[in-house]
Nanobody, 127 residues
Framework: QVQLVESGGGLVQAGDSLRLSCAAS????????MGWFRQAPGKEREIIAG????????YYPDSVKGRFTVSRDNAKNTVFLQLNSLKPVDTAVYFC????????????????????WGQGTQVTVSS
């Protein structure tokens, strides 16, 4: 089992920044690719960032590319998501997820490849 706990969400204004953290426990963190997803009311959950086990490879959809940055600290069992230039459309619950993979540089993108999920943290961006 992997336990994931997100933190860092909040209410901000458009153009502001936030840094989300996700602390992992339970298994060897460096054996898991990590991802950040978000879900807005009435919408499907979507991936917004993925990072490989090693941290060398990352993925972002076009909607957040250039504004969001994912990173990880395997020594501290933590993955981060830096959110810059926030927009009202970024309002959602943000989840981190862990997916086991044998490849150190593989980024997982489909939600079904992630076996463990956090409870989520709310990000609200006002205009």
């Amino acid at each position: 089992q992997v336990q994931l706990v997100e933190s860092g969400g909040g209410l901000v204004q458009a153009g502001d920044s936030l840094r989300l953290s996700c602390a992992a426990s339970g298994r060897t963190f460096s054996n898991y690719a990590m991802g950040w997803f978000r879900q807005a009311p009435g919408k499907e959950r979507e991936i917004i960032a993925g990072i490989s086990r090693s941290g060398d490879e990352t993925y972002y959809p076009d909607s957040v590319k250039g504004r969001f940055t994912v990173s990880r600290d395997n020594a501290k069992n933590t993955v981060f998501l830096q959110l810059n230039s926030l927009k009202p459309v970024d309002t959602a619950v943000y989840f981190c997820a862990a997916g086991w993979t044998g490849y150190t540089r593989l980024v997982l993108t489909p939600a079904r490849q992630y076996g463990y999920w956090g409870q989520g943290t709310q990000v609200t961006v006002s205009s």
